[in-house]
């Protein structure tokens, strides 16, 4: 059966706080998106400092129109963002059956809650500003501060005895990070007084991924790369890995929006469908980005896909860039999902240059203009990169990675597979230094 909903969308302004932007409209079957419909209000429009909500689908500049979705995207960018991933549409569907209630798509669209990510609010009116009990499924507390302790044992309780049999009074901890993308289970805590992150290992893990991901993330920030401020708790029962917001700064909100949504890409599994390419990020930074900053966000791309070929991480899809959008244009956001992948397929997910999706640094070197780099500067970055991660395992053994898990890594990175695909000379040289 076809149903429509109806949902005042709002936006957070920096200095003016939540102000209402339209009327979103969404129309779905069987739990699926059919087609979506927005138009601005003109109050929002004259707003000084009004941003478009989203500057592929729906641009302000046409504000006196509707927009409908595209048609082979059945959904706005912005509001496929808006919507949780595998974990958080796995906790509220699960939260659901309980209550003997149906899940529909327009709920993972409003029900964020009040810390969701970034900037949107949604709401029934105008006046009242965003409801951040708009879906009833969202247990939203309104203090994020956790114990720790309690924090693990729910998500201990999930792994071993399923989602119905967590105790009640920690239950809130797994609403908490379900209004958040990615698979992976997930927490938002306040942790010294600052918003963050809460990650957590997963059954299928083939490694502690929580500390290696610490390993990893803390690695590239020793190479200089543009990481939030990251810590890893310990626990009786697991390690946790929390990384610090940057959609938050103070009591102000930061509107973000995915790689997906700024490159125009069909949101949904299309990153493994329909390759897009490191390239179409550079574009969208030339096309979108803050001007006095497009030189510094493109040369932080080119560090990340080097970071991500040095550390074969295989889940470099369009979600897992972001993009800080306001009045003056896109920032790239700091770098975050940042592990490395076991498989030894040693392929980006992103097409990169001629040999396509190729983890090697010649691959990268050969499409270094695209970045703004002339070919000295990018191997002058490769190399500096290298340097660093050829000491990883002596960074993991201090981030206490166990010696188990070094040796699985070992096999992941292993150097004369990587030496091997290199056919770039220079490229070559580097890979074979330290
Ligand atoms: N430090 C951060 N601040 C704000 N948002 C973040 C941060 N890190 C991740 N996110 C958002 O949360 C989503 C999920 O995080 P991610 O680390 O990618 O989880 P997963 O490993 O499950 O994919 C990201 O796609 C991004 O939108
Ligand atoms: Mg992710």
């Given amino acids: 059966m076809r149903i429509r909903n109806k949902a005042i969308v709002y936006i957070w302004l ?3 706080g939540f102000v209402s932007t339209g009327v979103l409209l969404v129309e779905e079957e069987g739990g ?24 592929v689908d729906l641009p302000l500049s046409h504000m006196e129109n509707i927009i409908d979705s595209p048609p082979e ?34 709920d993972f669209i409003v029900s964020g809650g009040f810390h969701r990510i970034g900037a949107m609010g949604f709401g029934p009116d105008r006046k009242h500003g965003p409801r951040w009990d708009f879906y ?3 247990e939203d507390n309104d203090s994020q501060a956790v114990d720790i302790d309690l924090l693990a044992r729910a998500f201990n309780q999930l792994e071993n005895h399923g989602f119905h049999n967590v105790d009640h ?36 893990d083939i490694w502690d991924e929580p500390t290696v991901e610490y390993a990893s993330m803390t690695l590239a920030a020793k190479a200089g790369l543009n990481v939030p401020s990251v810590s890893l708790l310990k626990t009786q029962k697991a390690n946790i890995f929390l990384i610090e917001r940057f959609d938050r700064e103070n ?7 995915s790689g997906m949504t700024m490159v125009g890409a069909k949101p949904g599994i299309m990153f493994i469908n329909e390759r897009h390419s490191y390239q179409d990020l550079c574009l969208t930074i030339d096309r979108f980005g803050h001007k006095d900053f497009i030189k510094e966000d493109k040369e932080e791309l080119y560090k990340r896909l080097i970071c991500n070929i040095l550390l074969n ?52 070197l050969s499409q270094c203009e695209y970045f703004g780099l002339d070919r000295e500067k990018a191997l002058g970055i490769a190399e500096s990169i290298v340097e660093v991660f050829n000491r990883w395992e002596g960074h993991f053994a201090d981030c206490q990675v166990t010696a188990r898990d070094l040796s699985a890594l070992r096999m ?23």
């Avoid at 009074?169 to 809460?198: C, D, F, Q, T």
């Avoid at 009591?251 to 929006?257: A, F, G, Q, S």
């Fill in 251 to 257: 009591e102000d909100r930061k509107h973000v929006l």
């Fill in 412 to 434: 992941v990175f292993d150097r004369n597979i990587r030496i091997d695909l290199e056919y770039d000379q220079d490229a070559k040289k580097i890979m074979q230094t330290g």
């Fill in 313 to 364: 991480n295989e889940d470099d899809h369009l979600r897992n860039f972001g993009f800080i959008w306001d009045k003056d244009g896109s920032r790239l956001s700091p770098f975050y999902d940042f592990t490395p992948s076991p498989s030894p397929a040693r392929h980006l997910m992103l097409n990169l240059g001629k040999n396509k999706t190729e983890m090697s640094l010649s691959n990268a």
């Fill in 136 to 138: 009833p499924l969202q």
């Fill in 32 to 55: 699926q998106p059919l087609s979506m419909r927005f138009q601005y209000d003109k109050e929002y429009f004259e707003h000084p400092e009004a941003i478009s909500l989203d500057p």
């Fill in 169 to 204: 009074n920690i239950r809130k901890y797994l609403n908490s990070g379900s209004s958040v993308g990615g698979a992976r289970p997930k927490a938002l805590i306040e942790h010294k007084n600052k918003p963050h992150i809460a990650k957590f290992k997963s059954p299928d």
């Fill in 14 to 16: 920096p200095s003016h």
């Fill in 73 to 106: 995207k059945r959904t706005f960018g912005v509001m496929f963002d808006c919507c949780p991933d595998n974990w958080g549409q796995k906790i509220l569907s699960l939260t659901a059956s309980e209550k003997r209630v149906e899940v529909r798509y327009f």
